[in-house]
């Protein structure tokens, strides 16, 4: 009854809506009332982990390669066209320089991308085999892990142990609540291919860079680095409009942070050509 009455007392706190305090007390309290509505009936094995699971947001390997990717490609080659530009370069230079940069870019992505979501992948497994084996050989002592993080989370200890118990005899789902409860993992997402965010990630980093490259095909000095530096502003506006359908900050916020960061680091590197072309020059 306490959880159900506390549920609202930190919606108008400020402090406390940034850090997502609100959406967990009324998590909360709507998994204590299924508990509560569940103890005469028994619980299936995976309903508490599906109430009290770890809370995404949308996003996923592919989307989050794509929108990196995307930003990794612009922001690299803004800063690398504007580096060369700086230096005194020719626009052909210049779109020559920016057409390696881009392939070298996208290959690296593509890479270090498989190689992060794999390796995540295979750890998560490997997490997974031990606590298996550690529900099939120890069963008793990952009935009384599972009865502690309940405790852990506010059950009285009677209900935390009959859950837990009743959670552990369902073979079907207990390695399942155990990898959410215990190890904080989503057995679902394993599913996800190391493949499809190598290859999000490389064609997005292509597709951001498209902006800041474009100007230098059709147009040509002064005019060309003008309307490549405007061209890339408002596509990193907008990667910054796709980064709030993950993190649900404000458009406006991250779309100008994006710009202003993106324009800095092309200002650097002119900055630093336009030195480096006088010396040599």
Request: with cysteine.
């Amino acid at each position: 009854m306490h959880e159900q009455s506390a549920r609202n007392e930190y919606d108008d706190q400020p402090e406390a809506r940034e850090a997502r305090l609100s959406n967990a007390e009324h998590s909360h309290a709507r998994l204590l009332s299924t508990i509560a509505s569940a103890q005469q009936s028994g619980m299936e094995g995976g309903i508490l982990a599906r109430i009290e699971g770890r809370h995404r947001s949308i996003g996923g390997n592919a989307l989050r390669a794509a929108v990196l990717g995307a930003n990794d490609g612009l922001c690299s080659t803004l800063s690398l066209i504007m580096g060369v530009a700086g230096a005194g370069q020719s626009s052909h230079n210049v779109l020559i320089a920016g057409l390696a940069g881009v392939l070298a870019g996208a290959c690296a992505m593509a890479m270090g991308e498989w190689l992060s979501v794999q390796s995540s992948r295979e750890l998560a497994q490997r997490q997974l085999a031990v606590e298996e084996a550690e529900l099939r050989e120890a069963p008793e002592e990952e009935r009384g892990e599972l009865a502690l993080i309940y405790q852990a989370k506010g059950l009285p200890k009677a209900e935390a142990e009959s859950l837990a118990a009743r959670l552990i005899a369902d073979q079907s789902t207990a390695l399942d609540t155990l990898a959410r409860e215990e190890l904080g993992l989503d057995p679902t997402e394993l599913t996800g291919s190391a493949w499809e965010a190598a290859i999000a990630s490389f064609c997005l980093f292509i597709v951001g860079a498209i902006a800041p490259i474009c100007p230098f095909i059709f147009l040509q000095g002064e005019t060309a680095v003008i309307t490549s530096v405007l061209a890339s502003a408002v596509a990193l506006y907008l990667i910054g409009f796709a980064i709030t359908l993950m993190t649900g900050r404000s458009v406006l916020f991250t779309g100008t942070r994006q710009v202003l960061i993106g324009l800095a680091a092309a200002a650097i590197t002119f900055g630093i050509g336009h030195l480096i072309g006088i010396s040599i020059g």
